[in-house]
């Protein structure tokens, strides 16, 4: 089970992290994903982790503001959001799964295990 939190409402520019805690399983075990869904829109990935050796990926629009991150002793993935846009606007999600290969991270069925979405709101 994936239970997320943090969010919010944030202004343009600011900051906010995400949390994604696990239970019933380790999370070093998994590969991670941060997806987010905008109203109207698809879910899109946005950010993962591999679970093999704990490379980061991100997709171009975030990269160099979103920092993906997990704390074993934890069991927490995080997802460190800086310089907020209003196009950031989102329900965020985290997921889980095996898949180690990018293409198959990037999509919604690479994943097993899927925490509830939590809500990131950036004002102008």
């Known amino acids: 089970q994936l239970q997320a939190s943090g969010g919010g409402l944030v202004q343009a520019g600011g900051s906010t992290r995400l949390s994604c805690a696990a239970s019933?399983?380790?999370?070093?075990?998994?590969?991670i994903g941060w997806f987010r869904q905008a109203p109207g829109k698809e879910r899109e990935w946005i950010s993962g982790?591999?679970?093999?050796?704990?490379?980061?990926y991100y997709t171009d629009s975030v990269k160099g503001r979103f920092t993906i991150s997990r704390d074993t002793a934890k069991n927490t993935a995080y997802l460190q959001m800086d310089s907020l846009r209003p196009e950031d606007t989102a329900v965020y999600y985290c997921?889980?799964?095996?898949?180690?290969?990018?293409?198959?991270?990037?999509?919604?069925?690479?994943?097993?295990?899927w925490g509830q979405g939590t809500q990131v709101t950036v004002s102008s």
């Open positions: 997921a889980s799964g095996f898949r180690t290969i990018l293409s198959s991270m990037r999509m919604v069925r690479g994943y097993d295990y």
């Open positions: 019933g399983f380790h999370f070093d075990d998994y590969s």
């Open positions: 982790m591999r679970r093999s050796d704990s490379r980061p």
